[in-house]
């Protein structure tokens, strides 16, 4: 009924970019808040970056001046543009959107799959 789909993962080197997206799809009434999470092997997941209805955006200190976070036109959407990859970057990259399904009155996160970021010569 509702879902997130990432793309745009793949290998890099060391010092490239990547741009990712994720858009949502389904009975969504309204999206208030979508931010991209990662987990690397062996690591728990983290907060990378989010972004308010509003435009205000949040980022974690190892990706600020790096990375950036926006939404699509259509609000149903969100893009992560990653530059000046270092190999610890390599992670599994989730989208996460807390959104109102319609008909509910209620607000619940919602998760994609995730898409693989590899930095690596």
């Known amino acids: 009924q509702v879902q997130l789909v990432e793309s745009g993962g793949g290998l890099v080197q060391p010092g490239g970019s990547l741009r990712l997206s994720c858009a949502a799809s389904g009975s969504i009434f309204s999206i208030y808040a979508m931010a991209w999470y990662r987990q690397a092997p062996g690591k728990q997941r983290e907060l990378v970056a989010d972004?308010?209805?509003?435009?205000?955006?949040n980022y974690a200190d190892f990706v600020k001046g790096r990375f950036t976070i926006s939404r699509g036109n259509a609000k149903n959407t969100v893009f992560l543009q990653m530059n000046s990859l270092k190999p610890e970057d390599t992670a599994v990259y989730y989208c996460?959107?807390?959104?109102?399904?319609?008909?509910?009155?209620?607000?619940?996160?919602?998760w994609g799959k995730g898409t693989l970021v590899t930095v690596s010569s």
């Open positions: 972004i308010t209805g509003g435009g205000n955006t």
């Open positions: 996460n959107a807390d959104l109102e399904v319609a008909g509910t009155g209620r607000t619940m996160a919602y």
